[in-house]
């Protein structure tokens, strides 16, 4: 109990102390102790509490209320059933992430202080945990909240107007399964060190996604049950065998983890240790965002092992198996820019399908623009990176560009090519133009292609690109749409080879 105590204060060290770097850019001084800096304090928290928190949760919840009431019954049935399947995929992909790196992620000071100390292991994983849920119960119940404000508008007859607090209650406790059963992949691999050296161990989660096909009542049974809370048809049963499944969650992973190897996960914890201590500050320096990117590239190869052999090429074919190596390294990168792939062609052909209202394209290009696919263009901007290294390849920018995203290209298209099978709505051509364009505008945001050698940053040539044939397809018609497409690429492709 007592190492339970002083972890948790060290924890509130922690925050506080990055808090006030953070409040040091409102001009706040914690060495200031007059008068004066207190009032200016007590301003700067009726301001963030008014004007920040109250102002701005208004305003999401107001355009909330308005894109529920624009929802049609088709495309709200379609949603109500694909939650289900978002929070099962979302439990397999945390468990296939932390499958292969430690979900004990250690700063400089942890790892000086916690990991060589007696202190027991269960203390480490059970404050662990709930350090990382609440910073992810941050994002995930103001999410929740304002998608249950928008969902529950078709049906507030039935919902009520305590709709978005079941909500919230229920994904409270989804959020402990989900989060709970991922770690219990992690902790299981720091707790068998035969089990780290098998590569085999980074798919083992792939059970979760077979054993949900077959069984896929079983599987969708926590979506569903949110959307009952939602809607007010949960029952008291449900919601005691949801705690019971957590409890049990849990407990089970306080127990593994007092048995967890923090040498191992000390060891495959520097590069996030290293972020840490950049701090929040290296995101706003350009000197250190350099530095930023190559530790978080670091980070996800972190906990790999080497198996197999590297394949003998000639020529500029290897540039096109280092590209594809390079992604299959990253473990998730291909599921990623598949799921990408399949999402975005989705919600495009869900918003066609069920005559949506022509916002919800600008709900669809905000993501676009907001979550690009940068998968697509990483070995291309990392071959960019060093000029004293791009001299030895003999290659142009476009010849480069089309080696290095080829395989990213195949897996981004492939997820939407799957979801275009299963409701062919879109014209696929269409779909791989759009697919070509999101390559050429990451690659243009990577080079000098003005006169005056001037970089376009992504959301710029996207917003114009994808942006103008979104709005000639809703205003004109499909086939204006495809030659957009087409003159775009010409256009984009005609920058990069004359850069």
């Not at 925050?15 to 409040?23: E, G, I, K, N």
């Not at 304090?41 to 529920?68: E, R, T």
Request: some cysteine; proline content about 6%.
């Amino acid at each position: 109990m007592i190492e339970l105590r002083t972890l948790i204060r060290l924890r509130l060290r922690q925050w506080q102390h990055r808090l006030t770097h953070l409040l040091r850019l409102f001009g706040y001084n914690p060495n200031d102790r007059s008068l004066k800096e207190f009032f200016y304090n007590l301003y700067l928290l009726f301001f963030f509490i008014f004007w920040v928190v109250i102002g701005s949760w208004g305003a999401v919840v107001y355009q909330a209320v308005q894109i529920g009431k624009s929802l049609s019954p088709l495309l709200w049935e379609r949603i109500l059933s694909g939650l289900p399947w978002a929070v099962f995929l979302t439990v397999v992909g945390l468990s296939l992430r932390f499958a292969r790196q430690t979900p004990l992620a250690l700063s400089f000071p942890d790892i000086a202080y916690i990991a060589g100390s007696p202190m027991p292991r269960r203390t480490i994983t059970h404050v662990q945990f709930w350090q990382k849920n609440l910073q992810a119960m941050l994002i995930v119940l103001p999410v929740a909240a304002v998608t249950a404000v928008a969902l529950a508008q078709p049906a507030a007859a039935t919902a009520g107007s305590w709709a978005s607090v079941r909500a919230v209650i229920v994904a409270i406790l989804l959020t402990l399964l989900t989060s709970g059963t991922a770690w219990l992949w992690g902790i299981k691999r720091l707790s068998h060190s035969a089990w780290v050296q098998w590569p085999g161990y980074v798919w083992t989660p792939l059970a979760l996604l077979i054993g949900g096909i077959a069984a896929p009542k079983i599987a969708l049974w926590p979506g569903k049950l949110w959307i009952n809370a939602l809607l007010g048809s949960w029952t008291l049963g449900e919601m005691l065998l949801l705690v019971l499944l957590v409890g049990v969650v849990l407990a089970v992973l306080v127990w593994i983890g007092d048995q967890a190897n923090l040498i191992v996960a000390a060891d495959e914890s520097r590069s996030y240790a290293r972020v840490q201590a950049l701090g929040a500050f290296a995101r706003l320096s350009p000197e250190l965002a350099p530095e930023l990117r190559a530790v978080q590239q670091q980070k996800r190869m972190v906990g790999k092992r080497p198996f197999l052999q590297l394949p003998t090429t000639s020529g500029s074919f290897t540039l096109l198996v280092r590209s594809g190596l390079t992604l299959l390294r990253q473990g998730s990168a291909p599921f990623a820019l598949a799921l990408w792939g399949a999402i975005f062609t989705g919600s495009a052909q869900l918003i066609l399908s069920s005559n949506a209202p022509p916002e919800f394209w600008i709900y669809w290009m905000f993501g676009l623009l907001l979550f690009p696919p940068r998968w697509l263009a990483s070995s291309f901007q990392a071959d960019l990176r060093e000029p004293f290294l791009r001299q030895f390849l003999p290659l142009a920018h476009w010849q480069l560009l089309v080696l290095d995203t080829a395989v990213p290209f195949a897996c981004l298209l492939i997820g939407a090519l799957a979801v275009w099978l299963m409701q062919p709505i879109l014209s696929p051509l269409l779909i791989i133009l759009v697919s070509i364009l999101l390559v050429l505008c990451l690659g243009v945001s990577s080079l000098r292609v003005t006169p005056w050698r001037i970089q376009i940053p992504y959301p710029a040539t996207a917003f114009v690109t994808i942006g103008g044939i979104v709005a000639v397809g809703i205003f004109g018609s499909g086939l204006a749409a495809i030659m957009t497409a087409i003159t775009a690429v010409f256009l984009l492709s005609a920058a990069i080879i004359f850069s």
